[in-house]
């Protein structure tokens, strides 16, 4: 059972019904009744209050919720690690001999009609034609451009600003380790399964 169904049933057993309930919540004829007249209401809502935490509570001991708990510790892991931004001047990494060929091919085609996902079928057949001679004329630069990114990205790799930021990331990700550590035990405890004993003296 979700929340939003423990909810639905909360709601559905208050017995508060649509005379006593405005857009805004309880409205003023509800406000200004007296507390007799406000007692089988709210008893009602105390009974439907009780079944919601009872339902709650069952809930949070399901396997269901277990596994609830460890998807939310990996949403929140991957949510986290993505707010940590890497440092400024990363060097783009080049285009390779087949794109550099693609990239010529779109013009030609869009001529002809040819866009979008139609692209690719119909370049991947051109570059099959073109040889070992006709692609090394899109290969060879890119190799080269493939050379100086690397020298580039292992001197950005080497700033100060880049080892901090493996030090944040390293950080955060130990972090997460223990919050997902204590989920874990956690959701074992709330399902009923087994805890630690306190030690004796």
């Not at 509800?30 to 509570?57: F, L, N, R, V």
Request: aromatic share 8%; glycine share 8%.
């Amino acid at each position: 059972m979700g929340s939003s169904g423990i909810n639905a049933e909360y709601m559905g057993s208050s017995g508060i019904n649509a005379e006593y309930m405005g857009s805004s919540g309880i409205n003023a004829e509800y406000m200004g009744s007296s507390d007799k007249k406000k007692a089988p209401y709210q008893k009602k809502a105390d009974k439907g209050k009780a079944a919601y935490i009872a339902a709650q509570e069952k809930y949070k001991k399901t396997p269901e919720y277990a596994q609830f708990l460890v998807d939310k510790a990996k949403h929140d892991k991957k949510q986290k690690m993505n707010a940590i931004s890497e440092p400024a001047g990363k060097p783009s990494r080049p285009m390779s001999g087949y794109m550099r060929f693609t990239a010529t091919m779109r013009p030609k085609l869009a001529k002809k009609g040819i866009v979008g996902i139609k692209v690719a079928s119909h370049a991947s057949e051109a570059w099959g034609k073109l040889g070992d001679s006709g692609k090394a004329k899109y290969n060879d630069p890119a190799q080269k451009d493939m050379e100086k990114y690397k020298k580039a990205k292992d001197k950005w790799m080497n700033t100060p600003a880049y080892k901090a930021f493996l030090e944040e990331k390293k950080a955060v990700a130990d972090q997460i380790k223990a919050e997902e550590k204590k989920a874990k035990r956690k959701a074992k405890e709330q399902a009923g399964g087994p805890t630690k004993k306190a030690k004796t003296s």
